[in-house]
């Protein structure tokens, strides 16, 4: 317990090294008894947890103190692997590959939680040592459980399904291929082209797929809009001032929405009307339209320069005299195809 409390408390501890200190998660203790039970036992209920260690035998359904002190005994040495800083460490930086630099981008504790679940089991189940190849394939489960929010419904019944079926597969090859098959299972022409656009058709600024577009922009280096400054960097630590570096603007102004009678902050929240740049040009751009301050703010650029930014930050040629509503429908699959190309230099 005192070693599970520390590592918890240094995380969010500021060290230069030899912590469990990051930027991306706090972890609780209920979330590295949640690892500990799933890598360990097999178990992802939670509920488990304190059956085992009190020594049930589920099969006779009776409590045993030498199955109890078998089971504090794998617990030890499980646990000595979930909170090896090395792992830690080297989880962390599967996410970070994976474009989710900042505790901004992060929505749902599950998915680091089962992430480096994942992690744990193909190093020390099925073998991978080598650390690039566990990065790139744990880089990409991320990827695909942040975009689809594989783990927000029903978590632990998915979470036992996957350690059921991993039961079936043995070598290193087969874990790869597990995590391959899972992520095409999910990630199917269909889900880019018709599934996470509707899923953009939302104001929650807690959308999964607004996190996976700023990703996005991070592993293809893309610049923020009207800047040369790279999305990344913006997002850095110690980049912000007294106003945050980078701001989420609505290329269709809210007011200019007002007076065109769009009242509602669900339709001027749109994810589709955003795109994140930095703070100074929000000021000035204001309140005009977009037939208005869009020229402005290309004025200059070559046609290929104009082309990169239309591509990279999903802007339908001619958007700022489109119908707001036609410029939603159009976005979100323009979004939806950054959030894939993503996924692609993953690959």
């Given at each position: ?11 969010i ?6 912590t ?11 979330h ?10 097999k178990?992802?209920r ?21 199955l ?12 000595d692997?979930?909170l ?23 929505l ?17 189940y ?13 880089s ?33 090859e ?9 992520i ?24 999964p ?5 700023c990703a ?28 945050s570096?980078?701001?989420k ?8 929405l007002?007076?065109?009678?769009f009242?509602t ?9 955003f ?17 208005v ?14 082309g ?20 939603l ?16 230099r993953?690959?």
């Amino acid at each position: 317990r005192n070693k599970i409390e520390e590592f918890c408390i240094d995380a969010i501890k500021p060290s230069s090294s030899g912590t469990s200190y990051n930027q991306l998660f706090a972890p609780q203790p209920q979330h590295i008894i949640r690892i500990a039970m799933a890598f360990g036992f097999k178990r992802a209920r939670l509920r488990y947890a304190y059956m085992l260690l009190r020594g049930k035998d589920f099969e006779t359904e009776e409590f045993s103190e030498d199955l109890q002190k078998d089971n504090f005994r794998i617990l030890s040495t499980v646990l000595d692997k979930v909170l090896n800083l090395n792992n830690w460490h080297e989880f962390i930086n599967c996410v970070l590959s994976a474009g989710y630099i900042s505790n901004e981008l992060i929505l749902a504790e599950n998915n680091l939680v089962y992430t480096y679940m994942m992690f744990l089991i193909g190093k020390y189940y099925y073998g991978i040592t080598n650390k690039h190849v566990l990065r790139k394939c744990i880089s990409r489960w991320y990827y695909m459980v942040a975009v689809s929010a594989y783990y927000s419904t029903s978590t632990e019944t998915k979470v036992q399904a996957d350690l059921n079926d991993l039961k079936a597969i043995e070598g290193e090859e087969g874990f790869l291929k597990f995590i391959d098959d899972r992520i095409e299972s999910v990630f199917t022409n269909d889900y880019f082209s018709i599934t996470l656009p509707n899923h953009m058709e939302t104001s929650s600024p807690n959308s999964p797929a607004w996190k996976a577009y700023c990703a996005a922009h991070v592993l293809l280096d893309v610049k923020a809009l009207f800047s040369n400054v790279l999305v990344k960097n913006l997002f850095g630590p110690g980049s912000s001032g007294s106003r945050s570096a980078v701001e989420k603007h609505h290329l269709f102004p809210k007011a200019y929405l007002s007076k065109i009678g769009f009242n509602t902050d669900r339709e001027r929240n749109q994810i589709a009307n955003f795109e994140y740049i930095e703070w100074s040009d929000n000021m000035e751009i204001s309140d005009d339209a977009p037939s208005v301050y869009w020229p402005q703010m290309v004025s200059g650029l070559s046609e290929d320069d104009l082309g990169q930014i239309e591509q990279y930050h999903a802007i339908p040629r001619g958007w700022e005299n489109m119908e707001y509503l036609e410029f939603l429908d159009k976005r979100r699959k323009l979004m939806a195809e950054i959030i894939r190309k993503g996924f692609d230099r993953l690959k």
